[in-house]
């Protein structure tokens, strides 16, 4: 698809103190095409004073329908993996990298598509001012979308992985807290995987790394 010429979803996000108006404000939002297929927008989800934050990389289509982050069949996954390295969901916020579902639909089937790099950064915009509302202490980058929104085009993951980096990446942006970022697969990548018990524990062992900063 061409590049559009409305990049940024930057002109939609609200000066806000508050993640239920940011919420509340991206539903209507018009930065990329995305939005347009797409049931919803769905935003991050967790506590006001969450210490870390998860980020993935767009709803799948259960959260599509529901509206809310990792309530699919990956977020099962990750649950299961969060409970075995003793980090507690329900204390962390969880979001995405982008904020609609991007999909080819096959039949009455809605198939993932994974986004362009000029669709993340428009998106954008929202992540940050989720960030800079909660300052995180500690940010974990589920997969290669997450990683590369953050730490730009040229981060890998399969490089990066389980080491613990400085956050925010650019060291002097209090805006977005003080503390530590941590690359880890997505959870999708474990359920693709061929072994998936490997990849499991290697996911847990990452998020092992989150659970001892804490
Ligand atoms: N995959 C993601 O990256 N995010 C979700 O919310 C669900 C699946």
């Known amino acids: 698809m061409p590049r559009p010429d409305w990049p940024t979803a930057a002109p939609y996000v609200p000066a806000t103190a508050s993640l239920a108006e940011l919420a509340a404000a991206m539903d209507g939002c018009r930065g ?16 006001d004073g969450a210490r870390v934050v998860l980020v993935g990389e767009q709803p799948g289509d259960v959260e599509d329908v529901q509206g809310r982050p990792f309530v699919g069949p990956a977020g ?12 507690d969901r329900a204390s962390a916020y969880v979001t995405n990298a982008v904020k609609h579902f991007k999909f080819r639909a096959s039949g009455k089937r809605r198939i993932h598509a994974s986004p362009d790099t000029w669709e993340v950064r428009a998106c954008t915009p929202w992540l940050q001012a989720e960030m800079a509302l909660l300052k995180p202490e500690v940010v974990v980058l589920l997969g290669a979308t997450a990683g590369k929104a953050v730490f730009g085009p040229s981060f890998r993951v399969t490089q990066s992985r389980g080491v613990l980096m400085p956050w925010p990446p650019s060291g002097d942006d209090a805006r977005f807290g003080a503390g530590q970022a941590l690359a880890t ?27 001892g900063v804490l």
Not at 32 to 47: K, M, S
Not at 76 to 87: F, P
Request: charged share 20%; hydrophobic share 50%; aromatic share 4%.
């Open 32 to 47: 990329c095409p995305l939005w347009e297929p797409a049931t919803q927008a769905v935003p991050g989800a967790g506590p």
């Open 76 to 87: 099962r996954l990750l649950d299961e993996a969060l409970q075995e390295a003793g980090v």
């Open 185 to 211: 697969l997505h959870p999708s990548a474990v359920l693709r995987a061929d072994d998936r018990d490997a990849a499991f524990a290697g996911l847990v062992a990452d998020l092992r790394v989150v659970a």
